[in-house]
Structures are given as C-alpha cells and as structure tokens.
C-alpha cells in the first residue's frame, strides 16, 4: 500500500447495529495492512466500533441516513471519520463523557485508546467523530 | 451478517449459575446477553459468575449490560464475578476503570472457588 500521498477508504453502511462489525472489522484489516501492531489494530478496531455504535444507538429513529466510516491514510498517520446525520453531542457536557446519554462509556475508550480525537457537531450536516492514530508511535 | 456470539449458562451447584460468552459482544447481541442473565436471575440463584474465556471482542454496549447486572445484583444481595476476561477485554475494563468496580477473577474456577467460601 502507498504511503507516500494520502489516500480514502470510505465505507457507507446502514444504520443498523448489525453492520457494526463490517466497519469494526473493516478497520482492523486495514490497520494490519499499515503496519500497526496487533494492540494498535485492536484499538482501532474497538475506536471505530463504539464511534459507529454512537451513531446507530443515538440518532433519532426517524434519521434513515447511512453511517459514513472515511479512513485516510496518510504516511505518518490514520485518521477515522465516522459520520452521521444526527444531532450530534452536546459539546458543552462532552468533557468525559458521551453526552448522547450512553452513560458516558464509549467516549472515554475512543479518547484513551486513540491519539487525538473531535467531535464536531453541526447542527444542519450531523456529526462528525474524527479519530486520529499516527503510524510510528507503540 | 451472522450472530458471532454464542450465549450459554449452567447451573454450578445448588445456587449459583455461570453465563457463557462465546466470540463477540457488541451493540449488536447485548440485549440478548442481557435477557438470558436476567433470566438466570429469576431462577432463585445467589451467585453468577460471567465467563468471558471465549469472548474476542466487548464494547460498551456490552459493558453497559454488564453494569445493568451489577446494580441489579448488588440490590438483591447477589455475588456477580467476572472471570476469565483476555487481555483485549481486560482492557476495556481498565480504561472505563470498571475493574475496580467487578469482581474480577483469572478463570472460573477460581471465581467459583470465590462464591463457595
């Protein structure tokens, strides 16, 4: 795989909690691809997992929209996006936890496990997770 | 997509059960682990111990139902133990600090040793 420009992947999947593990998946593989050890896919895997389950559990049932899972692939770094047309976090309580009322879990694993981390939220377009794990750290 | 988990329980002795989770616990299955250790607990039992040897992969909708049974049993005077949990999922744990809220055991064995004292 090319690591000399920065490349996407964009995976679209439904809105269904058993699509999860297509993207979960989907990420692991690709991280093996980019050389992350087996800890680093695993984290990703996970990172991508709960931001994908944020956006089926959390997003008002009458939101038909897809998730959109955009890997890009830089040399230095992986970055995740996970989007979806919801309404997004409340930014204002989003310090440790996933104010969307899951009990605040699946944030806390996203921010610890990757490296850097936004939430962007707008109200017309949805939200935006951004998951960012550079290549040559362990 | 196929149902990469498999769910199974047994009864150890006269009062205490032990659920079985077996490949992947996601937003996908939770509920159904969620159900079947409920059930367990309505059928008179004062220990329960979750086997998590076979299980690749847990998230916080997993985690969360996990918690569900932790407050349900610390209500009724129950004993929940978490044993055998890889190291993949011990992690999961460890970053939400929930290690310090279960019982955690290295096997069942040892977890059920634990409930028998």
Known sequence: MSTVATSQIELRIPRKPEFVKLA???AWTLAAQLDFVVSQADDIRLAVGEACTNAVEHVPAQVSEDIIVRFSVGPEKLVVEVLDNGPGFDVHRAGECDCRETGGLGLVIIRSIMDEVEVICDP????????????NRQ | MGNSLQISSRREGNDSAVLSLQGEVDVSNSELVRNEAN??????????????????????????????????????DLTLIIAGARPQVRRVF????????FTMRDDVASALREVAR
């Open chain 2, 94 to 101: 460890e970053i939400t600090k929930l290690n310090r809220v």
């Open chain 1, 124 to 135: 017309n377009t949805g939200t935006c997770v951004r998951m960012t794990k550079f290549r």
């Open chain 1, 24 to 26: 979960r998946c989907t």
């Open chain 2, 39 to 76: 059930s367990l607990l309505a059928d008179d039992i004062k220990r329960l111990v979750v086997d998590l040897s076979a299980t690749e992969y847990l998230d916080s909708a997993g985690l969360g139902v996990l918690v569900g049974l932790l407050k349900r049993v610390s209500e009724s």
